[in-house]
């Protein structure tokens, strides 16, 4: 046996589907073995707080072992994951193909499942993580102006915290009625594609919950961006959540059922010629890699994951091949970059930085260190303050260096963190800086 692992983690497919995944004695010995592992190594008490309540559980029970920490109390472990991964691809020693085989956000995603499917959750819980459905209805004209003057109103955000445990201090985004597919429709004009590389030159964007109806102008980004590097670009024709949600949330039939609808009409577009990109990492990270380890045997998931491209990995692969536009008139000085976690676990190296560092007179400082935000976690009355703590070693990176622009690819970990810092007014979109670059 040797100690720790020298070899590429593998990542097995989740047996979800399994009677033994269900079964919660056969769940309670898996989550007493790794903790017991997680407890004699330590390696992770940095990322997030789902270890330090393991260790404190353990340091507080009367043998000073997991076997004195009483089974009710695992639950408390699994309730501060909120599956970023970092664990898994970062620190730990044991994953597989070590024979201790660890996978410590898989198996809190077997407990939330477990969890989920014996209690549910909470009111409050199903309707933020039920997006298409939420920011559908905000959306609508008149409704937005009138929902992001609530939200923005302190003695209304009190009333909403006290009726649904939606932390007061937590910025919550704006809505438009302007959806990015709506931006985006009258910009779309016909590109000739020219394949370099990897890539096809032909390129859907999905747009996603989040950039449809909270940040629609990264869309218009995209397309300029896109368009003037000669790739033909269109939005995916229609589509629903990508079920990051619901995931984190363990429900996944949820899951299931936004498969059904979304990967017919990817892969549709795969058998037409089209590589895909979308400019939330999570639904990236989704497609890439959650859905293909959900539906190992599904020939449509693998297709759509050889097909699916981090938009910046996809900008990198076309200035390999020596198709990338590189006259920019525009620098853009000193830029703070927050590494979301959800794209650092795609295994795409920092191409963002990348792309950016060829501007002139640009220097990208990357900042690898999680935000704490994960779509909900920096929401919730109960997680409010230990998001706030997660991010605070990022903030007093980025305020240390008082840059001349901040950016993140995750829209929410970039409002979250600028929200928080005393240097940064906002917070960037890198595909919005490149654009700038361009003089677009």
Not at 185 to 197: C, D, F, N
Not at 366 to 394: F, L, M, N, Q, W
């Amino acid at each position: 046996m040797r100690e720790g692992n020298l070899e590429a983690p593998t990542r097995h497919p989740v047996d979800w589907k399994s009677e033994d995944f269900w079964n919660k004695a056969s769940l309670e010995r898996e989550l007493e073995r790794v903790y017991d592992i997680c407890h004699g190594c330590r390696r992770c008490v940095s990322l997030c707080d789902a270890f330090p309540t393991l260790f404190d559980l353990v340091d507080e029970s009367p043998t000073l072992e997991v076997d004195g920490v009483d089974k009710a109390d695992y639950g408390k472990v699994v309730d501060q994951c909120y599956l970023c991964d970092l664990c898994y691809m970062t620190k730990c020693p044991y994953v597989p193909p070590h024979e201790w085989n660890v996978d410590f956000p898989h198996l809190m995603l077997r407990a939330k499942a477990v969890k989920f499917r014996e209690d549910g959750a909470k009111l409050r819980d199903r309707v933020l993580t039920s997006t298409d459905t939420v920011f559908g209805l905000t959306s609508i004209p008149l409704v937005d102006v009138t929902v992001n003057a609530f939200n923005g109103n302190a003695g209304f955000r009190k009333v909403l915290e006290s009726a649904t445990d939606i932390h007061r201090d937590a910025p919550i985004p704006l809505f438009h009625s302007k959806t990015m597919r709506k931006q985006i429709k009258p910009l779309l004009r016909p590109v000739a594609a020219t394949a370099v590389g990897e890539t096809t030159g032909k390129l859907a964007l999905y747009a996603t919950c989040y950039g449809n109806y909270n940040s629609p102008d990264i869309g218009v980004d995209f397309v300029k961006v896109f368009q003037h590097n000669g790739v033909h670009i269109d939005v995916v024709p229609k589509e629903k959540c990508c079920g990051m949600p619901k995931l984190e949330l363990g429900d996944l039939e949820s899951v299931a059922r936004l498969k059904e609808a979304n990967i017919p009409v990817l892969a549709k577009l795969v058998d037409e010629g089209y590589d895909l990109t979308a400019p939330i990492p999570s639904c990236v990270l989704m497609y890439k890699q959650e859905l293909p380890l959900l539906y190992p045997d599904d020939p449509d998931v693998a297709k759509v994951q050889a097909a699916f491209f981090d938009p910046f990995e996809y900008l990198w692969l076309r200035h390999k091949g020596g198709a990338l536009k590189t006259d920019f008139p525009n620098a853009l000085g000193d830029i703070a970059y927050q590494v979301a976690c959800h794209q650092r676990v795609q295994n795409i190296g920092l191409k963002t930085r990348d792309v950016l560092n060829l501007v002139q007179e640009t220097a990208v400082t990357a900042h690898e260190r999680c935000s704490g935000h994960d779509g909900t976690y920096a929401v919730k009355k109960e997680t409010r303050d230990k998001s706030v703590k997660i991010a605070r070693p990022v903030v007093r990176k980025v305020d240390q260096q008082a840059p001349d622009h901040f950016m993140s690819d995750c829209p929410m970990a970039a409002t979250h963190i600028a929200h928080l810092s005393e240097k940064v007014d906002k917070a960037e979109h890198p595909m919005t800086l490149l654009r700038m670059a361009y003089g677009l």
